[in-house]
């Protein structure tokens, strides 16, 4: 089925609207679930600081292992059937963590395959939803919508928390992850709704392998200029992002001595910027120009990372830490808005999911690494100089985009298939 009109306001896109809902409603689940497991293994199962910091690692391995055939296989098939059967696979693991505890009781060992399961589907979700409006729209209209699908992410981080904190002290952490589990089907749901049809995809060259086209997706990234140096930023910010990830619940609870709803409300209240930020994406890029929106978006986010590790307890330290997270998050949505645009418009149309997935592969394949080495250095040091060494480093985020040939770009190098489209 064609797409519904080109141009006119995404809000009334029946076929987005239903996309951007369901993303909506299961990023929501997500956040829940984000604090509600760790709190499983850190309340219930008395879980050490290396055990917690692993459970975000076993959530990341996935993208090292699954990323690669995932892009491939985006591109030898229609994203829409593939992301229902995620969005279902995902609400099957997740709704074991509940039942497990009404039958008899949760594990570690549960919490770390539920949390590999729920990463590959994950996957292989992002890397169609993330060409999957591009299909849907075409590339006219791709940063409004990349910085509408933030605004969904914003949202969800944005009440996630708060909810998964209270519905974790109303109903119990193994509960509150059945939220998650219900999200899912929602997700899958609105994407059932949707009347798009994409065409088949088109006849594979004879003789073609999935290792073939694998290749074909590494090569693309690793010999474009633009593409290279965004996937190594991208790398150094998610392996280090992981690490401040993986220790922050855990450091703001026993360090600072919040309430996990605290803990869940500082965090919702923070995502607040980038929200705001989300929705006028497309505006700030269009004034900034895509390469500055690029480098500014890091160099506002990444210094304010290091706020956690030096507040003092109380009130003001929680109000300290929303206001900073509120501004990072704000500039991070403006930088990932226009480098996710950047990279679809210069990528070519059957190779989207390639690029996409490869470049998750690249950039985020060694963010399991992150909890890990978080973990180690936090049990070594403690979790204080871990968080302000890991945040600190994020700097290097910001002066790898400087130093790139991003800074010198005066127009975004279009592909050809998208001629005559503005960026």
Partial sequence: MPRERKGGSLWRHRDFLLLWSGQTVDQFGTQVSWLAVPMIAIVTLHASKFEVAALSAAGALPVLLVSLPAGALVDRTRRRPLMIVCAAGSALA??????ASALGGVTLLQLYLVAMAVGAFGVCFSAAAGS??????????LVEANGRMNTARGLAEMAGPSAGGFLVGLLGAARAVGIDAVSYVFSAVTLLAMRFREPEAGPRPPGARL???????????????LLRVVVLANGMAGFLLAGVSSLWLLYVITGLHWSPRVAGLVYGLSVIGG?????????????LGMSRAVILGAFCSAPLEMVTPLVSRGPAGEWIVGVAFAALTAAGMVNMTATMSLRQLICPPDMQGRMSATNRFLSQGLRFLGPLVAGGLGTWI?????????????????????????????????HEAYAGVTA
């Fill in 94 to 99: 997740m709704g074991s963590i509940p039942l």
């Fill in 132 to 141: 999957l409006p591009f299909a849907l729209l075409g590339p006219e209209q």
């Fill in 211 to 225: 290792r073939t086209e694998v290749a074909e997706g590494l090569r693309l990234v690793l010999r474009h200029p």
């Fill in 275 to 287: 929200v705001v930020a989300s929705m006028g994406a497309k505006a700030i890029i269009d004034r």
């Fill in 382 to 414: 403690g979790l204080r100089p871990t968080l302000a060494l890991l945040a600190g480093s994020t700097l290097l985020w910001s002066a790898t985009l400087f130093l790139s040939p991003i800074r010198t770009m005066r127009e975004v190098p279009v």
